[in-house]
């Protein structure tokens, strides 16, 4: 990994279409940096996509979001706080053209970044591998739908939230990215 001295050192990879006007990012962690996260926050790893569950997020399904408002913790170090949210937009439209949806909660500053889980708990689901069989989704199911981004305004408790296929999409197929192109 290389260490970012200057904004000319900058080195990053870009959405393979959207650009720079798509912002995610990821961190490549240890092993046990993701094991510690895993049983500090959840049951279960999150998922994205073709995953265990097969749930399409809709409005206005009950989500979560794991950051750091104010910079605050969850009582320690990289424990994060978690905040409830609706979805609030149709999640396969795309807002302003790009790959995002709205969630209606009360983030604050510093949770730019942080993951948004679906809680599908209750649900019916098709595991994968069990045709023709199905289950009812735990409580303690999360499912990984996007990463959060900010809210539309101070004044407002609607956010956007990237898709979380554009992690995927930036980590398989991004390209370099362009000194504030």
């Known amino acids: ?13 870009e959405h393979p279409d959207g650009g720079a006007d798509i912002d995610v990012s990821a961190l490549c962690l240890a092993d046990e940096a993701v094991s510690l996260a895993h049983a500090l926050n959840m ?5 994205i996509d073709d995953s265990e569950y097969r749930f399409t997020p809709a409005v206005p399904d009950r989500v979560m979001i794991v950051g750091y408002p104010f910079g605050r913790n969850g009582g320690a170090t990289g424990v994060g706080v978690w905040v409830q949210g609706t979805i609030a937009s149709e999640f396969h439209l795309p807002i302003d053209g790009l790959p995002r949806f709205l969630v209606d909660s009360r983030t604050r500053p510093g949770m730019s970044g942080s993951p948004v889980y679906l809680n599908p708990a209750g649900r019916m689901y098709n595991p994968v591998g069990r045709e023709g069989l199905y ?5 303690d199911t999360t499912q990984l739908v996007g990463i959060y981004s900010g809210r539309v305004s101070s004044d407002s408790d609607l956010g956007f939230v990237w898709h979380a296929k554009t992690i995927l999409e930036v980590i398989d197929g991004g390209v370099p990215g362009s000194v504030f192109s």
Do not use: G, N, Y
Request: proline letters at 13%; charged letters at 15%.
């Open 1 to 13: 990994m290389q260490l970012i001295t200057s904004e000319l050192d900058a080195t990053w990879i």
């Open 43 to 47: 049951q279960r790893p999150p998922v």
């Open 135 to 139: 289950s009812v989704a735990p409580e």
